[in-house]
């Protein structure tokens, strides 16, 4: 049974950029939730992804924008790049939007 | 955003040692879930917990669900190397709040005795 998997592991991008990040959720998850984890912190909520729709939103800027699709995959979409957005990203997936919810391996995302 | 607060930041351990460390809030839970995460890695879910004083446990691991739903406790009995790593408590389902995203802790992270 695959777990919740990432692409891509690591990405260099440049201030002012646009960047992609790829999840896939754990076998029978419908679910998809993105953190952003800064250095030395606990992860931070961005949002929560559940029926193709845009279900919670956390304290992150529109600069952030997810896309989840019919066999429950998900994109996390950040613009206009800053420094501040240096961080790992990660993805987590659930049977259900109120249950525990399963990470992956993240996708370390350094802005230069 | 908000976050839980989680002690002790940092400690030290000795192989066969008990560790001990918690986490609490000024908001109510429905959830309580310890992570364990490694470096470069994503966490890895340790125990969850759905019922105020509730007690569980996975192996050495044990948690507890803090009755008042704002607080939560792990234990690691007889340490070993393979411990060492960083834990983070999160809460789910605050009451009040939007119920479907996990709030973290800062983290505990143990280390090996020098």
């Known amino acids: 049974d695959a777990g919740v998997t990432q692409s891509p592991t690591h990405l260099i991008k440049t201030r002012g950029q646009q960047v992609t990040l790829r999840c896939s959720p754990k076998?029978?998850?419908?679910?998809v939730s993105w953190y952003q984890q800064a250095l030395g912190q606990g992860p931070q909520f961005i949002f929560q992804?559940?029926?193709?729709?845009?279900?919670q939103r956390g304290n992150f800027p529109d600069r952030f924008s997810g896309h989840q699709f019919p066999n429950y995959s998900s994109e996390l979409n950040v613009n206009a790049l800053l420094l501040g957005d240096s961080a790992l990203y990660l993805c987590?997936?659930?049977?259900?939007?109120?249950?525990?919810?399963?990470f992956g391996p993240g996708t370390r995302l350094t802005v230069t | 955003g908000q976050q839980l607060n989680q002690s002790p930041q940092s400690m030290f351990i000795q192989e066969g040692e008990d560790v001990s460390m918690n986490c609490t809030s000024s908001?109510?839970?429905?959830?309580w879930l310890w992570y364990k995460q490694d470096p470069g890695e994503g966490p890895v879910l340790l125990i969850a917990l759905y019922k105020a004083g509730e007690l569980t446990s996975n192996g050495r691991l044990t948690a507890q669900f803090g009755i008042t739903r704002k607080d939560s406790f792990l234990n690691i009995s007889a340490s070993i190397p393979s411990d060492v790593g960083i834990y983070f408590c999160a809460g789910l389902g605050r009451l009040g709040g939007s119920q479907g995203n996990l709030i973290f802790g800062k983290g505990t992270k143990l280390s090996v005795k020098p």
């Open positions: 908001s109510i839970f429905n959830t």
């Open positions: 076998s029978g998850h419908d679910t």
């Open positions: 992804y559940y029926e193709e729709e845009e279900r």
């Open positions: 987590a997936s659930s049977p259900g939007g109120n249950r525990e919810q399963y």
